[in-house]
């Protein structure tokens, strides 16, 4: 089954219960939120706060992508909020047994992300710990650049070698490059500004739906 995870990085940042209403009222499943700390990429965006108050809007399940230089210094923090699933980057000062520890006390999920130009091989180390891989198809940083196509052999290399772990693919998914991912083995897609800034945000979750069966 497809799990879409739309990014509230494209969806307007004063409305976001209301964002997160509509795409979940269309069936998506989770809420995709991209933590930025001005370090790991040249972007800032949102902190705990944001979590805890989307947490109190919402029961769907909360996709935090820590997207931040010390991940072990703030995933509690992120957990505390209502984070589901935590997101880290194997390109960060990432302490692996720690934040594996953590989010089993909280009974929640782990994700290990590589970035476009991380070989998918560095993914391997974190597999007994994992609940999901993600692989990053664009830079991260921004909503609304293309999706990069070696991302491709990445993910097909993760569902060859691991057939039972959530496979998440996320940046520059469009209607047009969905089935391709899917048919590499991914089985969460993000996407942001092509639901967010959809004429009709509730008809593209609806296409994606549709598109990824
Ligand atoms: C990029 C973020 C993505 C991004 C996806 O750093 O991790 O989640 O918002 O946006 P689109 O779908 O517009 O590429
Ligand atoms: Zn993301």
Do not use: W
């Amino acid at each position: 089954m497809i799990i879409l995870s739309p990014s509230i990085l494209s969806a307007d940042f004063a409305a976001l219960a209301r964002d997160v209403d509509v795409v979940t009222k269309a069936g998506a499943q989770y809420v995709h939120v991209d933590v930025m700390d001005g370090h790991f990429v040249p972007n800032i965006t949102i902190g705990p706060c944001v979590v805890a108050a989307l947490r109190k809007t919402t029961k769907s399940v909360l996709d935090v992508h820590l997207m931040i230089q010390n991940p072990n210094q703030y995933a509690e923090e992120f957990l505390k909020a209502g984070a589901d699933i935590i997101t880290v980057h194997h390109e960060s000062n990432l302490n692996i047994k720690q934040i594996y520890s953590l989010t089993r006390a909280y009974g929640k999920k782990l994700c290990v992300s590589v970035n476009p130009e991380t070989p998918v091989e560095n993914l391997d180390q974190y597999s007994k710990f994992v609940d999901m891989f993600l692989v990053m198809s664009v830079h991260p940083g921004f909503g609304g650049q293309s999706f990069i196509e070696s991302s491709v052999d990445k993910i097909k290399y993760l569902r060859t070698k691991y057939p039972n772990t959530d496979i998440e693919v996320d940046g520059g998914i469009k209607l047009d490059n969905l089935k391709m991912v899917i048919a590499a083995g991914a089985n969460v897609i993000v996407a942001g500004s092509a639901i967010f800034e959809a004429q009709d945000p509730a008809a593209a979750v609806q296409k994606f739906i549709v598109g990824g069966v």
